[in-house]
């Protein structure tokens, strides 16, 4: 257990639909990190935030876009899906800013597009 | 922006053999190199990583080697067993937007 949490684990809804995915990073981290999976591409790199404030920006869609909230969790928001967004998504958490600090994964949230 | 590519893309070696994993970077100005291991249904974790001010790394059967100059790092797992059967999964970092790079990632299966 890396002590990140995300929900729900699975979820299920039909292209053209609106859903947010929840993490909640490990205790006393204050980077939250964003990745998608899919079969054919690998882990692809979403979205950083740290602290609250944006960091980095990988291939995120202008359908999606995620935010930190002064807790510290952070939300992904994923509209207008399409079939092709059906991916395992991943957010992880890091102590510090930078890419060098070791990232603890959470177990993910399956998001199935119909 | 940084291209990282990993080879091989499936690896099938013998229990108690050796298995070596290679990655090659694009971006010169890349300076560290996590090594993540993904089991069947689970979550990446960190297994080992180095930064480029060393050329190697050991840690109990896992080392990783880096080559700056030629741009590759690689994996070397001694002594494989069942359980090192997963998705190894390599990184660089890139300068440019400031987010690691994975590469595509190799199957691991080892008979035991």
């Known amino acids: 257990d890396s002590g990140v949490t995300q929900t729900p684990k699975h979820l299920i809804t039909a292209t053209g639909q609106r859903v947010t995915l929840r993490c909640s990073p490990r205790?006393?981290?204050?980077?939250v990190y964003w990745y998608q999976q899919s079969l054919d591409q690998g882990l692809q790199f979403l979205i950083q935030y740290y602290n609250g404030e944006e960091r980095a920006k990988g291939n995120i869609l202008e359908r999606f876009s995620a935010q930190q909230f002064p807790d510290l969790h952070s939300e992904l928001n994923l509209s207008s899906l399409e079939l092709g967004d059906s991916a395992l998504y991943f957010c992880?958490?890091?102590?510090?800013?930078?890419?060098?600090?070791?990232?603890?994964f959470g177990p993910g949230t399956r998001l199935t597009v119909t | 922006g940084e291209n990282v590519e990993q080879h091989p893309s499936t690896l099938s070696v013998q229990e108690g053999d050796s298995a070596v994993i290679k990655c090659t970077y694009s971006?010169?100005?890349?300076?560290?190199f996590p090594w993540y291991k993904q089991e069947l249904g689970k979550r990446p974790q960190l297994i080992i990583d180095i930064r480029s001010n060393v050329g190697e790394k050991k840690d109990q059967r896992i080392a990783v080697t880096l080559n700056k100059t030629a741009k590759h790092f690689s994996l070397h797992i001694t002594e494989t067993q069942p359980e090192d059967s997963a998705v190894y999964f390599c990184?660089?970092?890139?300068?440019?937007?400031?987010?690691?790079?994975f590469g595509a990632g190799t199957i691991l299966r080892v008979k035991s």
């Open positions: 990184a660089a970092y890139q300068r440019y937007g400031n987010k690691l790079v």
């Open positions: 971006d010169s100005a890349s300076n560290y």
């Open positions: 992880a958490s890091s102590e510090g800013e930078g890419v060098t600090y070791e990232q603890y």
């Open positions: 205790s006393g981290d204050l980077s």
